[in-house]
């Protein structure tokens, strides 16, 4: 079936496709403390919940980008809504593919670093992308330790696809990023992430019984179940990092 109605299926009832409760999230919001005029990108911005919050915060003009149509329709009509006149774009363009025309006073990737493939690479990314002293955000998973090969085999992951929290901060200060600050979920935020994955696919089913991909929705539900419960839930974190790019930097 195709990805992206797998995902927009099962993020349904998700405003941000991540782990990070809406609590923490306004905090993060508000330790921005964008000036007025700042530009904003977010790569992977998915249903553009954080930068629909920016904007409704602050006075600003951005950028999203995301590869699911489903996502981009959803942004933009959640912006229309709550933000009408904002001055941000969405496109439905791979981020790989794309190249600003101009560098922006916060960059944000959050939970798709593979786009640039991974940390390391989304942070040197997000670096040409930004001015002299702009912010970058990241969102990355991280283990919480060493996974069973199992889980790795089950999940298609590989052990150096992640690292640690710790190697996570280090990684953005080896890249000449100041760490300003980490906002971590706890298992409250996780289950919450996950189980409503759960409740969507099966809200989906229940209403959609002659959809075609039912079946494969709730088979591959049920094995992302099973992983989570398994091994995911102790295996793997998950955290925002807000990093300084230096004034002197170009
Ligand atoms: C885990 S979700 C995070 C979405 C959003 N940043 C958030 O936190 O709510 C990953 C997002 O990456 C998008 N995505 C996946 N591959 C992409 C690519 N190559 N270029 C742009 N977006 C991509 C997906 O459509 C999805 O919206």
């Given at each position: 079936m195709d990805t992206w109605k797998f995902y927009d299926v099962?993020?349904?009832y998700h405003e941000v496709c991540n782990p990070t409760s809406r609590a923490k999230?306004?905090?993060l919001v508000g330790l921005l403390r964008l000036n007025p005029g700042s530009t904003v990108l977010d790569i992977a911005c998915g249903k553009g919940e954080?930068?629909?919050r920016l904007a409704e915060r602050y006075e600003i003009s951005g950028i999203g980008v995301d590869i699911s149509p489903y996502c981009v329709t959803d942004a933009i009509q959640k912006l229309r809504q709550r933000v009408p006149g904002a001055q941000i774009q969405i496109l439905n363009v791979d981020g790989a593919d794309y190249s600003p025309d101009q560098l922006f006073d916060l960059a944000m990737c959050i939970?798709?670093?593979w786009v640039y493939k991974g940390h390391r690479g989304t942070l040197s990314t997000l670096k040409t992308m930004t001015k002299p002293d702009a912010l970058i955000l990241i969102g990355e998973p991280f283990w919480l330790k060493d996974p069973d090969d199992a889980y790795l085999v089950a999940e298609n992951l590989r052990r150096d696809m992640f690292g640690t929290h710790y190697e996570n901060v280090l990684v953005g200060e080896d890249e000449g990023l100041f760490p300003l600050?980490?906002?971590v979920s706890n298992q409250d935020d996780w289950d919450r992430y996950e189980t409503l994955q759960w409740y969507a696919a099966e809200?989906?089913?229940r209403d959609n019984p002659d959809d075609?991909?039912?079946?494969e929705i709730l088979t591959r539900v049920a094995r992302g179940r099973t992983n989570?419960?398994?091994w995911g839930r102790d295996t793997v974190g998950w955290a925002m990092y807000l990093f300084r790019k230096p004034s002197h930097a170009n």
């Open positions: 099962t993020h349904r999230l306004d905090e954080l930068l629909t939970g798709a670093s600050y980490t906002m809200m989906h089913a075609p991909d039912v079946s989570y419960l398994h």
